[in-house]
C-alpha cells in the first residue's frame, strides 16, 4: 500500500502523513527533508543552493545524517530546498531513493506514506491512494507563525507570507516535476478544516483501499 500526500509548505501534509503512517503501521518518508539536506549540505559548503553544479554534486553524496541535522527545518534550509529542488539532476539523484522507499518500506512495512510535492506525478504515479493537502497562504504564513513562536523564535507575519508565496512560485512554475494535484488525488483544503476532520477524511480513503 503506497500513500503519497503532495501540497504545498505547511499546509499540513507533514501531520496528516505522520499520523496515518502511525495508525496503520506504515513506514513514512519527508521527502522535503532530502531536498532539504541537500540544500544544507550547499549552504554548508559556502556555495549558492541556485547553482545547478554544486546542488548537482550534493544530491550524488546526499549524507543521509542530514535528515536529523536541527539545521534542517529552518526557514533559510527551506528556501535553498525549495531551490535546489528546481535542478532536474538533483530530482534525477532523489529519485531512486524515494521510489525504493515506497516498494520495500523498512522493517518490513506492510505499506509507506511519502509526502511531497510530486510524489503523486512523479515519484509514485501508481500510488493507492493519493491526497493534495492544501490551505490559503495567509493561513499557512499563520501556522508557521505560530509554530516559530512556540519555538520561542522571532516571527514577522508579513515576512514569512512573502516566503511562503516566493516557494509556491518556485516549487508550482519549475519545468520538472512541478507541484501539481495529481487527476486522480484528493482535494484536501485545510483552510477552515481542522486537523482531525481532515485525518479522518484520509484514512477512510485508505481503508476503501485495504
Ligand atoms: O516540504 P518541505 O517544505 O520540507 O520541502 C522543501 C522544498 O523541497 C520545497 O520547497 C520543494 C522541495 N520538494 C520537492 O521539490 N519535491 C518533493 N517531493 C518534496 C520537496
Known sequence: MIIAIDGPAAAGKGT???????DFGFAYLDTGALYR??????????????????????????????MDDPELRTEA???AASKVAAVPA???NLLAFQRNFAKNPPDGKPGAV???????????????????????????????TLEMEGRGEAADFEAILKDVKAR???????????????????LLDTTNL?????????????????
Open 168 to 186: 509556491d512560485d518556485r516549487d508550482m512554475n519549475r519545468a520538472d516535476a512541478p507541484l501539481r494535484p495529481a487527476e486522480d488525488a484528493l
Open 114 to 144: 511519502l509526502d511531497g510535492r510530486d510524489i503523486g506525478t512523479v515519484v509514485c504515479p501508481d500510488a493507492d491512494v493519493k491526497l493534495f493537502v492544501t490551505a490559503s497562504p495567509e493561513e499557512r504564513a499563520r501556522r508557521r
Open 194 to 210: 481542522a486537523i482531525d476532520a481532515v485525518f479522518l477524511r484520509a484514512a477512510e480513503q485508505v481503508k476503501a483501499r485495504l
Open 77 to 79: 534550509t527551506g528556501g
Open 16 to 22: 496528516l502523513a505522520r499520523r496515518l503512517a502511525h
Open 37 to 66: 539536506a541537500v540544500g544544507l549540505s550547499v549552504l554548508r559548503a559556502g556555495g549558492d543552493p541556485a547553482d545547478a553544479a554544486a546542488a548537482t554534486e550534493a544530491s550524488a553524496r546526499l549524507d543521509l545524517a542530514l
Open 90 to 92: 538533483v530530482r534525477a
